[in-house]
């Protein structure tokens, strides 16, 4: 169902854009979950509450529910919502799904053990006014999880808008999470092997950031 009825409004220019994306059987960045959600596991409280913004086609919300993990996944596109849905089905495991604007999304208060944002590509002001709710919406000892290109990722061409604007650095990122212990910050290039769309060396920003208030 579109979120915008208005075919100019830029919600549904995005959406009709992600949706035409997952149109067809393929996953498009894979049913393997991302190098670096492996990777930020033992970070995230056992057994929490996960929200898993602008998460596609599920591969990261469905293995993160394989993990023990209850999971809640949001995207803008409901193909990929859908597509998700039907990966959790055919992996044995639930998860709560939303079709909605992360930049709109309520993401309530106190509520999630961690928060992961994998290859969201938001302009600046977006971006950090999503952290910064993001924050909000932790408990305390709660992680966001991130991980994106960032803007060293123009000259490789292997994934991610081209668009400067949406390229973000990592001191950019961290300084979104100021009040929070940074466990992990990196910038540089690693081997992204994700489906059809994310193939090759890439230069990705990655950030772990906790909510102080208690240990995990
Ligand atoms: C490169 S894909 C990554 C998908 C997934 N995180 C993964 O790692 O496989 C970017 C995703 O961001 C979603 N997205 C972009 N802007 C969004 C917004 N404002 N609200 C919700 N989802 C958004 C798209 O629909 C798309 O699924």
Request: charged share 25%; with cysteine; net charge negative.
């Amino acid at each position: 169902m579109p979120l915008s009825a208005a075919a100019d409004d830029p919600v549904a220019k995005l959406q009709a854009f992600w949706n035409a994306r997952y149109a067809g059987e393929e996953f498009v960045y894979g049913r393997e979950p991302n190098d670096f959600v492996v990777q930020a596991v033992p970070a995230i409280p056992q057994q929490g509450r996960v929200l898993c913004l602008a998460d596609g086609e599920g591969r990261n919300s469905v293995w993160l529910a394989r993990q023990g993990f209850r999971v809640t996944a949001v995207d803008v596109a409901e193909q990929g919502v859908a597509k998700g849905r039907e990966l959790a089905r055919a992996s044995g495991v639930e998860i709560e799904t939303r079709v909605a604007d992360v930049t709109r999304f309520d993401l309530g208060v106190e509520r999630w053990d961690a928060i992961v944002s994998i290859f969201l590509h938001l302009p600046s002001k977006a971006r950090r006014d999503l952290h910064h709710r993001a924050i909000a919406a932790l408990a305390p000892g709660g992680v966001f999880v991130y991980e994106a290109y960032g803007p060293g990722q123009l000259r490789y061409r292997t994934g991610g808008p081209p668009e400067p604007q949406l390229l973000h650095s990592l001191d950019d990122v961290v300084s979104d999470f100021d009040g929070c212990a940074i466990e992990h910050a990196f910038e540089g290039v690693r081997a992204v092997n994700e489906g059809r769309l994310h193939r090759g060396d890439g230069f990705v920003v990655q950030v772990i950031a906790r909510t102080l208030g208690s240990e995990p």
